[in-house]
Every structure is written in C-alpha cells, then in structure tokens.
C-alpha cells in the first residue's frame, strides 16, 4: 500500500510539473481578454498530444488534429473531446512529421467533407492527401478518398498546411523535405503549393498546365495560408537560418528557394531570380539575425476585440508570439503595420529573445463567429510529445457586447418536453405569429422549416436521428435560438 501511494504521489509530482499555468487575463491595447484553458495536457491520455490544426466548425465545435494521429471534435465549453478518427497505426510520427493539415469543405452542411494532410511511410517517409465524409450518426469520418499520395517527405520540411478557394479548388503546401533540388523542378510536387480540385483530380486551369498540381513552386516550407477578404492570398513561410517569410501567393508564382531567401538583395540571389519566371519577393522577412517559426495564419474579422479588426494574426512558434499584420487597405500588397504580443522580451529584443512567450510556443489559431480566439499551445521547446504540455486556450473580451440585431427581442418559444423522444409541442408567442422557424442538426443543416401561423404546434421528429438541435425563430431580422435535444 506504501508503495502504491508513493507511485501515486510521483506521478502526480510528474504531471503537475508539466502542467502549465496560464495568466488569466492579457492585455491588447486597451482591450482586456479573459484567459480560459480549454484542454491541457502532455499526451493523449491525459489531455492532448501536440495540436497541429485547429478550425471553427459549423457544429460550434473545434476540429482538431493532435500530430500523433488523432483527429477530434472539440466543445469549447466543456473541453470535452471527441475521437472522430484514429490514424495512429497509418500516421508515421516523427520529429515534425506526422497528422497535420485539417480543413473542412466550407459547405459543410450539405457536403459534409474533411480533408486531411499527413506523413506515412512506404518505401520512405511520403505525404499523403485524403478526403473523408463526417457521419453526423456515427460521430466518425469514413469513407476516404486519397486525393495525392506518395509525395516525398522528410521528419521536418513538410508543409501540409491545407486551405479551400473560394471557386472549391483545394491548396496544400508540400516542403522541400531537405531535397534542395525539389522547389525548382517542375517534375516534383515538392517544395511547392498544390491545388487541386475536391476530389483530386486537377484543375483545367492550374498554371503549369492541366496535367500538373503545381500552383506555386520555389518554397522551403510554408506552414501558413489565408485568403483574405481583399481578395488576397496570403502565407507565411519558415526560412533557413534567417529570412522567414510572408508572402502573397498568385498562379504561377516562384518564391526563389533554394536560390533565394527572404528578399532578392544579394549578388548571386539577384541572378537567380531575374533568370526565374514570375518571381515573387516576400512583403516581409522575419529576421535578418535568426528565424522566428511563423505557422498559422488568419484574419480577424470581427468587432469584439478592436484592436485586430481587419488584420491578420499568426501564430509564433520559435519565438514563441503572436503576430499582428496589417496590410494596406488598398491592394492588400503592402504591410503597414507589425505587432508583436504575449512576448514582452521578444517585443523589446526581436532578434534575440526566445523561450519566454506567455503561452510558450504557438502552433495555430482559430476564431469563433462570436469573435473569441482560440490558440494551440505546444510547449517551451522544440522536441517529441510527452516532454511538455500542450493546451487549447480561449481568448474572450468579456466586456465585448454585441449590436445590431438584439437576440434577446424575441421571446423565446416554449419547447415541451425537452429533451424530448421525437415528439414536440412548440408555444410560440403572439408576437411571433407571420414569422418562420427552423431546425436546424448539429452541421448547420436545416431538417424542418415552416411559418408560424398558429401559437401551439404539434411535431413529430421520429424520423430525425438523435441529438443536439437548434429551433431558430425569425420575425422581421430578429431571431432567436433554443436547444432542442431527441433522444429517440
Ligand atoms: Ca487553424
Ligand atoms: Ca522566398
Ligand atoms: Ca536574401
């Protein structure tokens, strides 16, 4: 029994001293951000492994890949986390290599489609790209179609950033995968961006030809990827010893690696690339000194925190940030303005400053539609899983109050019983009378819609599969939610 508590004791000891403790408020400008910890932990078991992608699903739920094989659903409420799929026996994990790139179809409700990107091995350390469907019964992805396979890779220099155009085209960033000869060879899909369409095939327009996936060649390994609401595709790359980059992404495009790094500024990179077709110079570099990591980009959108409205945030890995990009607001083609936060050290030394970010290095980054923010931690270090703790954590401007359309100017309907066994009763209020409703699944897809014409109504939801619901009421722009669970 002595024993037992003693091991007891020692391996509380060992987690606890892994367990990181967060501020629980940061400061942007004059805005202040409730700091919540959704999930921490050092390894699958007792929390999460290292996050690599984290998305914003039309379920309210965080899509997540952990890099050792495991793709979840994540309530940011609760921190409960849901195994969608397992591909820790198909995964080969090592070093950076392993499950990255996420990306859900961005008409998820009626193609309910997640494409991922990761590293296996097959005579060598390959990529592969793989489309799924989410059964919404099941909880699970099935059904895969892999769309590229068999693009070399390495345990660093990967890519696998996965991101959906607006005309449905998919891009994934492939690395050199430490082949120096691979970005320039327009025989490789190394070293490149690929585009392709959703089900793998190539589109009829891709710039070096309808039989190539080539979209853009001469990378090293870029790891982050937004198209803007300017119309603007933007990425952000990791360099060599120095010159990270961010860049803007057009067809056809050469960003110059292994010839070139950062700006085109020295006599045999001015060669290489006025012999380049379509050469592209980075808007930014990211130091002259050392490298920083950039991973992840987004662009916020949104009024709750003023302070990144209309701009973009990327997340820091080496020097452990997070970045705050302003481009011009008339192309989009110039950076105006650079900040640096959670990272005072690096802020007041950015050339030299490393290991004492806030919240240690930062891997990606998402926002709800409400405008929270929500990072992917991994830890003080670069190194393997289990060695540090990893954490999703919520960024909220709690005194943020919404305007416009007010929810709470429609009453709410009375829903009995509820959860209910398929069959409802719904009490409108007269004021909603002329108005619609809807049901609306988990996937934002409507299952029932109808006007209000009468204030008690009679449902029979047999048919619809058990779950979490919403009942959404519209009356002249306003409108207002109300869960609904069956539990048929
Ligand atoms: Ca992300
Ligand atoms: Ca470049
Ligand atoms: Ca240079």
Redo the contacts with the bound molecule.
């Keep these: 029994m002595t024993r037992f508590f003693t091991l007891c004791l020692a391996l509380t000891t060992v987690v606890s001293s892994l367990v990181v403790a967060q501020p629980s408020t940061v400061t942007v400008g004059n805005t202040t951000l409730d700091v919540r910890v959704v999930i921490q932990g050092n390894n699958a078991n007792n929390g999460i492994d290292i996050p690599w992608e984290i998305q914003w699903g039309p379920d309210d739920h965080i899509w997540m890949t952990e890099r050792y094989g495991r793709v979840s659903r994540l309530n940011p409420e609760t921190g409960v986390r849901t195994t969608i799929l397992d591909l820790t026996s198909t995964v080969y994990d090592n070093s950076e290599s392993g499950l990255l790139g996420l990306v859900l179809h961005p008409d998820f409700e009626n193609n309910p489609q997640v494409f991922l990107a990761y590293t296996y091995f097959s005579g060598g350390i390959k990529e592969r790209i793989v489309r799924y469907e989410y059964n919404g019964t099941t909880g699970l992805l099935e059904s895969p179609l892999t769309l590229v396979e068999g693009i070399n890779g390495n345990t660093t220099h990967i890519g696998c950033r996965l991101l959906i155009l607006p005309d449905n085209t998919l891009l994934a960033t492939t690395g050199d995968y430490q082949n120096q000869s691979s970005p320039q060879n327009e025989g490789s899909v190394s070293g490149k961006i690929l585009r392709m369409n959703l089900d793998g095939s190539i589109p009829a327009d891709n710039p070096f030809g309808p039989s190539s996936y080539l979209y853009t060649i001469?990378h090293r390994n870029a790891q982050g990827l937004v198209y803007a609401p300017n119309g603007v595709l933007y990425s952000s790359?990791h360099g060599p010893t120095t010159n990270d980059?961010f860049?803007i992404i057009v067809p056809g495009g050469n960003?110059?690696?292994p010839d070139?790094?950062?700006f085109c500024n020295t006599s045999s990179e001015l060669s290489a690339c006025n012999s380049m077709t379509d050469y592209q110079d980075?808007l930014a570099i990211w130091y002259n000194s050392s490298t920083i990591a950039p991973s992840d980009l987004i662009w916020y959108d949104h009024p709750a925190i003023p302070e990144w409205e209309g701009k973009m945030l990327m997340t820091v890995l080496k020097a452990e940030h997070l970045k705050v990009i302003e481009v011009d607001n008339v192309d989009g083609t110039t950076v105006v303005s650079q900040e640096i936060l959670f990272n005072n050290a690096h802020a007041n030394n950015p050339t030299s400053s490393f290991n004492q970010g806030t919240f240690d290095r930062l891997r990606d980054i998402c926002m709800a539609p409400d405008g929270r923010v929500f990072l992917a931690t991994s830890g003080p270090s670069w190194g393997t899983s289990g060695t540090f703790a990893n954490s999703i954590v919520e960024l909220k401007n709690a005194a943020y109050v919404p305007t416009g359309i007010s929810e709470s100017a429609l009453p709410k309907v009375q829903i009995y019983p509820n959860p209910a066994n398929g069959l409802i009763r719904l009490n409108f209020d007269q004021s909603h009378l002329g108005g619609t409703f809807q049901i609306i699944d988990q996937l934002g897809k409507v299952v029932f819609a109808s006007a209000v014409q009468q204030q008690q109504l009679e449902l029979d939801l047999t048919s619809l599969a058990s779950g979490l619901y919403m009942v959404r009421t519209t009356l002249n722009e306003q409108t207002t939610h109300q869960r609904l669970v069956l539990t048929q």
């Design positions: 001469g790359e980059e860049n960003y110059g690696w070139v790094a950062g980075p």
